[in-house]
């Protein structure tokens, strides 16, 4: 079992669509979890951390359930410029050792 | 605030040479990752340094791989003897002693061995 799996995508989806992509991690022990978007041939950046709490940032929200070790990011009102490839990402918390998911590829068309 | 820099941006080497890829975090941060993504792949981390000292070297290959983090200067991924499988964009990330699991990236330097 990899170590964070993410859905292969990729997703093809209208502007305006509302798109739902999911992560699963398999150290339970795992400290903190983030999204991270990554343009084509560009470096990841972060789009937002994920709490239990669950947290929103405009369009986008993320959710954590510690309990089934599984990550979410859901984008309302998708954009044409939303089209990116979404990391999960997951930290381990020891030494910081950071683990990066595959990655889902969104486009997002007119 | 200039973020995490990378140099140079493209580095293209023949078979058998040496390629150092340079990498200053940004201001304030003193953790230091690097990464590699091989096309179409996602991203393997490598090594986690801090001024003077390797934290974590689990992702590095054992051959031909070294990176340092000097008290003073860049980090240095350097990879010897370099082949085509080597080819790939490596990326180095920076994070805070405050904030140390939220790293911020570079533009990468892509590698094309002949």
């Known amino acids: 079992r990899k170590e964070v799996e993410q859905d292969p995508g990729p997703f093809n989806v209208p502007e305006g669509a509302t798109v739902a992509f999911n992560c699963t991690y398999s150290n339970s022990a795992s400290q903190s979890f983030f999204w991270y978007r990554q343009d084509c041939r560009k470096e990841p950046k972060l789009l937002m951390s994920v709490y239990s709490s669950g947290n929103e940032d405009g369009r986008f929200t993320a959710q954590l359930n510690r309990a089934s070790q599984y990550i979410s990011l859901l984008i309302r009102d998708s954009k044409l410029s939303d089209s990116a490839t979404y990391l999960c990402v997951v930290n381990e918390g020891r030494g910081f050792k950071t683990i990066f998911g595959a990655g889902t590829r969104l486009f997002v068309k007119a | 605030n200039a973020g995490v820099m990378q140099n140079p941006r493209h580095l293209v080497r023949r078979r058998g040479q040496e390629a150092r890829l340079r990498c200053s975090p940004m201001k304030g941060h003193s953790h230091v990752y690097w990464y590699r993504q091989l096309p179409e792949e996602g991203l393997k981390f490598m090594v986690y340094?801090?001024?003077?000292?390797?934290?974590?070297e689990s992702g590095m290959p054992k051959e031909r791989f070294s990176a340092e983090f000097p008290k003073e200067g860049p980090s240095i991924l350097r990879i010897q003897q370099v082949v085509r499988g080597d080819s790939a964009a490596y990326f180095c990330?920076?994070?805070?002693?405050?904030?140390?699991?939220?790293?911020?990236f570079g533009p990468g330097t892509r590698l094309t061995v002949l």
């Open positions: 340094l801090q001024k003077e000292n390797i934290i974590d």
């Open positions: 990330a920076s994070s805070s002693l405050v904030v140390p699991d939220t790293q911020y």
